[in-house]
């Protein structure tokens, strides 16, 4: 595999849930700041997303592209992960690692199979940031967090349900170890799934469920825009105190 990381960045291995899920992070002694914003992108690489498998994998190059050129970049972790039962369920394309250390050359095609583990997708994400917001928490580090989770439909196989992932959600924002935290689900190419989707995202505390609309090379440039801008508005709030910045709803 192309190497996606500068050689000096330094990753442990975690787990959730007795080991159901797993993610790499930064080593904490390793970060040069003091305050991160953490961001978590989550792509499905099912079958339906073979036709435009190609362009979704380009938008996300350039989402992390434009972050990359942020002037808040040196503060970012990102962490990007694929889902779909082909790839093993929830796959980490690389762990929590600093931005500017991404090498998006790096990042796999995608080759898209199999079924939607969705929830998993949605559970995975927020709890691997929920559990190392916390060790930098313990390490006296400010954190807040962005989870986008891109889909083009309905879960159909996943361990987790919708009561874990609101319950998750929940305690995220009781125990306050983060700043705060802004979650989307991104429909592309699932506006006959709107309906389905809107209610997942009301039903566990999803902050904004965002159309994306029909896969075009027009509409995911603009996905990637979105991605982009919504990080970059994360990071502008880190250490204000305040609650994150209002996202829009649409693309």
Sequence with gaps: M???LKDDTVLEQRSLDGGAFTFRAARIDKLGATEYTLVTIAVDVTGSTYA??????????SAVEACQRSPFVDRLLLRV???????GGVREIHGFVPLADVDVAGYPVFEPDGLT???DAVYASVGAMAQYAEDLYNEDYLSNGIVIVITDGLDNVSQVTPAMIKENIGEIRRKERMESLVTILMGINAEEYRGELEAFRRNVGIDYYVDAGQASDTTLARLAQFVSRSVVAQSQALGSGAPSQAISATI
Excluded at 52 to 61: I, K, N
């Design 117 to 119: 583990p969705l929830y």
């Design 2 to 4: 192309p190497k996606l």
């Design 52 to 61: 435009f498998s190609d362009q979704l994998r380009e938008a996300l190059v």
């Design 81 to 87: 992960v694929t889902f779909s039962t082909a790839a």
